[in-house]
């Protein structure tokens, strides 16, 4: 049964929409005052306030300018004109004497999450509005007291006040506006980092839309809502939509009670209720198909400009040639000494042919020193079991140790190592071209795990013939790209850049998801193993969470570009002096419902302060990453583990993982540079002339090391460099003049942007970014 996808925003959960379904009437607008008490920044200016709404066409209310300070004090009153569905904008002014004043940064707050009083009033209290620069990173506050009320728009008769209630609270959770300035707020007004959805699924009906007839909402004894239909005497914890389904689609129950809907049109059936949204997006998914498997075609791992100087085995024994079959793509080689030819490549018939024997591991020590572990005995030796001999650094494959370990050495050392473990004879995986996704997990999961070792055999059903490696590859495209179908709902893309993948927290709408995502895990290691390519990657922390390694803040900056920016606002500036009411709690929201996770035992109660907020943005760090998908990552990993150990990627950084998993591809310079845009350069500014200079000297892999330095991935887009995307839409590359000459280049993933250091010669520039493309683990100054 195919399953569904919780990509795809769905509307605001917020009580205070006022969809036209919801109102009988407009609603009217009334005076609400506010005081602008203060602000605080870091830049000493002259600087004023401006207050606009957006259901008001009056002209923007000013205050007065306070000169030459980076905390001004105005404690001055503005009317504004809104309802309680207004938004007010806040504009944070520098004054200019001779040209256009400078917006240093802006703040908006929902009137309908601000506190009030039983009878609507306005709270007469002090509420805090963050003040976020044209990057959206935090640059200051702005203290600000609302008083009056805001007309309420009139609902229709049915609706729930107390749910009304909870949605007013949640959206003052996740606002980016303000928290009470109270000592102990409550939950709904306590100050925290609220995580956004980012695709995850959300209920189809909003919290305002009646249930259909004959249903009920109950709370079972966890307190988690769930839905009652008395016409059939069944439940659901999907919240009914009163909605029809599009043309074509069919709601049905399984014979264990569990609701699933069939659409007659392509038929296929999934778990979620279909929305326009999720169909667009699989529409989408399936269209980019043709286009993006010409571009994954020309992927390599490594150049190919000739066999010889580039096989990561090394060069071929003296009289040895390597050519390549013209009907079948099979490679072969030639003994020009005896004129014979062969399969079989002569670099690795020095060793045995023969498997290890059972229990039998081979391994690589830090020196690249080839070892064999004994699983019975639990013992090590040098020696090959099958030979009795050592082998040396590298064995037959004939590379020297290098004392720089390159990507080309380490490639050779994983290859090694999975032919020295792999398994005779070849496995049979057979398959329909229409059910790629459900035929393959049934052939994958009723393997012996170790089986997936041996040399793949692909057959599609109705198309006999042979495969030497072309249909396992089109084989492993094909079901990577359906891993991402929508209806499945397992992965979704980090943020709006539709490059990589991160596991869905929603993905238990999907009953059998964790065994998906262990079949999945055998699956990329499969791909590993055999050397073939997948079509879509995963995020950066995703490939150091395989390799063990610890994730640190600069990695949420790909994934999470709001909660990145709030973080490093929180860590430069001194919380004391903000008088913040934030603890070791996080508000996320998930399938449409607000939740709160305490970071450590008694978070709700443990405030943050400057002593222990590096402590509080490690937790949230950590808890980002594992939010809702710790049951599925172990999953995943061990499906991974059954096929073959990850410590063989011991070798590897995340960046080479991605290289290994993605391949490369010939990346157009001529593209790249005429889609960059500049700040604080010009196109013949010498710094960029020589930036450009030096990514034409560059070869593949590094220009791809680069592209993963800036953009987060070392994909490019089907369409070009034109069609990049950044966490807010579409980014072209950028290179901003920042910093001074020793700095070292930094990177913003998230904007697609390189501050690039005004260095005073080719040669410094060329060392300062080899240096930091090289780096694994942030990026700072020298």
């Known amino acids: 049964m195919a399953r569904n996808e919780p990509n795809q925003q769905q509307p605001s959960s917020s009580g205070s929409n006022g969809t036209s379904s919801q109102t009988n009437g407009s609603a009217k607008s009334s005076k609400v005052t506010v005081k602008v008490v203060n602000a605080s920044f870091t830049k000493v200016v002259d600087s004023y306030v401006e207050i606009t709404s957006d259901t008001s066409s009056a002209a923007p209310k000013k205050t007065t300018v306070k000169k030459k300070t980076s905390s001004p004090e105005w404690n001055e009153h503005l009317n504004i004109h809104a309802n309680e569905s207004s938004t007010l904008q806040f504009k944070l002014l520098q004054k200019a004497k001779l040209f256009e004043d400078t917006c240093l940064g802006t703040a908006k707050v929902k009137l309908s999450t601000v506190a009030k009083n039983e009878n609507g009033e306005f709270k007469n209290e002090t509420m805090t509005a963050y003040l976020l620069s044209k990057d959206n990173s935090r640059m200051g506050t702005l203290g600000l007291v609302f008083t009056g009320y805001a007309e309420r728009k009139r609902r229709s008769a049915g609706i729930n006040r107390a749910e009304t209630a909870a949605s007013a609270s949640s959206e003052a959770s996740t606002s980016n506006g303000a928290a009470s300035s109270s000592r102990r707020p409550a939950t709904a007004k306590r100050d925290t980092l609220a995580v956004p959805a980012n695709g995850a699924a959300a209920t189809t009906a909003t919290p305002d839309e009646q249930l259909p007839e004959g249903w009920e909402m109950r709370f079972d004894q966890y307190g988690r809502k769930y839905y009652v239909d008395h016409t059939t005497k069944s439940t659901t914890w ?18 264990r009670g569990r609701v699933y809907y069939v659409d007659h049109n392509t038929r296929t059936t999934t778990w979620q209720r279909p929305t326009a949204d999720m169909l667009e997006a699989h529409e989408q998914w399936q269209s980019g198909r043709d286009q993006a498997m010409i571009q994954w075609e020309q992927r390599f791992l490594l150049q190919q400009n000739n066999f010889n100087a580039d096989d990561p085995l090394g060069p071929l024994p003296e009289g040895w040639e390597k050519r390549q079959d013209p009907n079948t793509s099979r490679m072969y080689f030639v003994n020009h ?160 850049n539709n490059y990589s993948l991160q596991i869905n927290p929603a993905s238990f709408v999907n009953p059998d998801h964790l065994k998906y995502f262990e079949y999945i895990g055998r699956f990329i290691a499969m791909a590993l193993f055999h050397g073939k390519f997948i079509y879509s ?11 063990n390694k610890k994730i ?75 939010r809702g998908v710790e049951q599925q990552t172990k999953a995943f990993f061990t499906g991974f583990n059954s096929v073959f150990p990850l410590e063989w990627m011991q070798y590897f950084d995340e960046r080479e993982l991605e290289l290994l998993l993605c391949g490369m591809q010939d990346v157009d310079v001529d593209d790249w540079q005429r889609n960059t845009v500049y700040r604080h350069y010009a196109p013949q500014s010498k710094q960029v002339a020589w930036f450009w200079q030096w990514v034409r000297s560059l070869d593949q892999e590094k220009r791809a090391r680069l592209l993963q330095f800036v953009t987060g991935t070392c994909r490019v887009p089907v369409g070009g460099f034109s069609e990049l995307m950044g966490s807010t839409g579409p980014q072209l590359f950028c290179i901003e003049r920042v910093g001074k000459e020793n700095w070292l280049p930094r990177s913003h993933t998230c904007f697609n942007r390189l501050d690039l250091p005004p260095y005073r010669s080719y040669d410094q520039l060329v060392e300062k970014l080899n240096m930091a493309i090289e780096m694994t683990e942030g990026f700072g100054n020298e």
């Open 537 to 547: 990657g995963f995020t950066m922390p995703f490939y150091k969470k395989m390799l």
């Open 552 to 626: 640190v803040l600069k990695d949420i900056e790909q994934v999470d570009s709001e909660i990145y920016n709030s973080l490093m606002w929180i860590k430069d500036n001194n919380i004391d002096e903000c008088d913040m009411e934030l603890y070791f709690v996080a508000d996320y929201e998930l399938l449409g419902e607000l939740k709160t996770y305490e970071l450590k035992e008694g978070g709700s109660d443990i405030a943050v302060n400057e002593a222990n907020k590096l402590e509080y943005i490690e937790l949230l760090v950590e808890w980002r990453f594992n």
């Open 337 to 496: 000494v005896n004129r014979t030819t062969q399969w079989e490549d002569p670099r690795t018939q020095g060793g045995s042919d023969q498997p290890l024997p059972d229990g039998w591991e081979m391994r690589f020590t830090e020196q690249g020193v080839p070892f064999f572990i004994d699983h019975h005995s639990k013992t090590t030796t040098y020696n090959d079991p099958r030979t009795g001999k050592p082998v040396g650094p590298l064995g037959v494959v004939g590379v020297q140790m290098a004392m720089e370990k390159s990507f080309r050495w380490k490639i050779a050392q994983f290859r090694y190592l999975c032919l020295s473990n792999s398994v005779p004879n070849h496995v049979k995986i057979t398959v329909s071209r229409n059910n790629v996704f459900e035929d393959s997990f049934q052939e994958i999961m009723r393997k012996n795990a170790v089986d997936l070792r041996r040399r793949l055999y692909i057959q599609f059903r109705g198309e006999e013939g042979l495969d030497y490696g072309g249909v396992a590859r089109e084989w492993f495209f094909l079901l990577s790209h359906e891993v991402l179908n929508p209806m499945y709902c397992l992965f979704m893309y980090a943020g709006n």
């Open 238 to 255: 999907e919240k009914p939509s009163t909605q029809p389904l599009p043309q074509g689609w069919e709601m049905r129950r399984d014979p």
